[in-house]
């Protein structure tokens, strides 16, 4: 787990900020608009996929295992089907913001550049 840091920093770093806003939003009625528009899609897609590679690993046995590029992609695509066409297709309270398309892109970028980091820290204490 100590090689995964960067990823269990941005996974905790996302949780957190995901529920100070959801208190500010919905318990102190603090509003901020961009926040309200675009931190959840932002944070969703760390929080997503580190649950995702979490519940394999539990599943598979496999401590070691890693979400390939493809899954990672497969999941985004998935989140914009799902987020940004079916659920306002299916429920007027769902509206259809394509401005979350690059909050769902910068959460994914931000995990994967998080996975990175961890890889070049094992590798580096490879080395040594």
Known sequence: MKQESPVLILVIVSASLFLIHQY???????????????????????????????ERRILLRNRNLVLPYTDILGYFLLILLFGELLFPLISEKFTADYWDIPAYA???????????????????NDES
């Open 24 to 54: 500010l939003q919905l318990g102190v009625q603090f509003q901020i608009d961009f926040l309200d528009n675009y931190l959840d899609p932002a944070v969703l897609m760390p929080l997503l996929l580190y649950a995702v590679l979490w």
């Open 106 to 124: 910068f959460g994914s970028l931000a995990y994967v550049i998080a996975r990175e980091i961890s890889n070049f820290k094992n590798f580096r």
